[in-house]
């Protein structure tokens, strides 16, 4: 029960301090952490702060623009780079899960790497860790945590690189770095996001990604998500997201045989993702979202509900 208002202020003058006249260098994912990091770092150093957002192809559906017109108009000095093409072709001919993730974080560290050459020199590196990955790092490197899925967020960054590391956020909890961002004035949508892996849609489209997959998954995600964002208890939801399954049925639209492939629509509860639940949500709203879709998107006849509890499942379905 300490006071945050006075923990961010102590924070952004400590923060002057240690980078002094140096510079800084940030990733911004579009998420809560890194995007309040991004703005906290501004507030403490402006333009010394270079935030860099990769764009890897793999967003949902306006969230580019979401995240980028947020942090220019809260002041930050802000690169976006446009990866889309380079990642989509490394990740030609790939369906293994993993193997997905290690592309993309490979991708993500050679294209940060770039940046940072080019607009260098940085002595300083941010990132929004906060406390449970530090536990939950500490756990794996004693081999108490067995790994289900790699998560390479930016966790793969380098010290190779010869950093600094500047973690502000090390001793925090979610729901802390969610009042820091009231605090600094960040909008809503950004407050209240939903947690979304840093290999995005790839690990949402089971099999090979293809551009005209991630269209299809967009489209439907993002019906999905218009109307859940309605519902009452929206609000107690983890995520809720769609899938594109690597399989065709058969159905009808008009007076002829379709034969399309099958969108999974995934809604949980939980506190910190390592165990949920599936919500139930109201067969009126689902079934809304399913006509919707199966009408608004052509390549979708079918739409699934997810009815499975992570464990045994886990929450994405790769
Ligand atoms: P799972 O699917 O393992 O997901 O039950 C637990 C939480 O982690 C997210 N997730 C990832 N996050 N990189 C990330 O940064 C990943 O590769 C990754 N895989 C899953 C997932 O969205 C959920 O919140």
Redesign the pocket.
């Known amino acids: 029960n300490w006071n945050l208002g006075r923990f961010v202020e102590e924070k952004i003058e400590e923060i002057r301090k240690q980078i002094g006249e140096n510079r800084v260098l940030l990733a911004v994912s579009g998420g809560v952490d890194s995007t309040t990091l991004a703005v906290l770092l501004q507030r403490a150093v402006g333009d010394k702060l270079t935030a860099i957002f990769v764009d890897h192809g793999l967003l949902r559906m306006g969230e580019k623009e979401e995240v980028t017109e947020v942090l220019k108009r809260l002041g930050v000095n802000l690169v976006v780079v446009d990866a889309e093409e380079r990642f989509l072709e490394k990740l030609k001919g790939v369906v293994d899960p993993e193997e997905k993730?290690k592309i993309?974080?490979h991708e993500f560290v050679e294209v940060f790497k770039e940046e940072a050459k080019k607009r260098g020199p940085f002595k300083f590196l941010a990132q929004g860790t906060l406390y449970p990955d530090v536990i939950e790092s500490a756990a794996s490197h004693t081999g108490m945590a067995a790994k289900?899925?790699?998560?390479?967020?930016v966790?793969g960054l380098p010290e190779e690189l010869g950093f600094e590391l500047i973690e502000p956020f090390r001793y925090l909890f979610k729901d802390e770095v969610r009042r820091i961002a009231e605090i600094l004035g960040l909008p809503e949508n950004i407050i209240k996001r939903?947690?979304?892996?840093?290999?995005g849609l790839a690990?949402r489209i089971l099999g090979e990604v293809t551009r005209d997959k991630l269209e299809l998954l967009r489209k439907a995600d993002c019906i999905l998500m218009e109307e859940i964002k309605k519902w009452e208890k929206y609000d107690e939801i983890?995520?809720s997201?769609a899938v594109l399954l690597p399989i065709k049925t058969v159905g009808v639209k008009g007076d002829f045989r379709s034969y399309e492939y099958v969108i999974a629509l995934r809604v949980v509860k939980?506190e910190d993702?390592?165990t949920?639940n599936f919500v139930e949500v109201p067969y009126e709203i689902l079934g809304r979202i399913a006509r919707r879709i199966t009408n608004e998107v052509s390549g979708i006849n079918r739409v699934v509900y997810d009815l499975t509890d992570?464990p045994p499942?886990?929450?994405?379905?790769?």
Do not use: D, L
């Not at 939903?194 to 290999?199: A, L, Y």
């Not at 499942?313 to 790769?318: D, F, H, K, L, R």
């Open positions: 993730r993309i974080g289900i899925k790699t998560h390479h967020n966790g939903q947690p979304f892996p840093g290999p690990v983890w995520q997201f939980s993702g390592m949920a992570k499942a886990t929450i994405e379905w790769e």
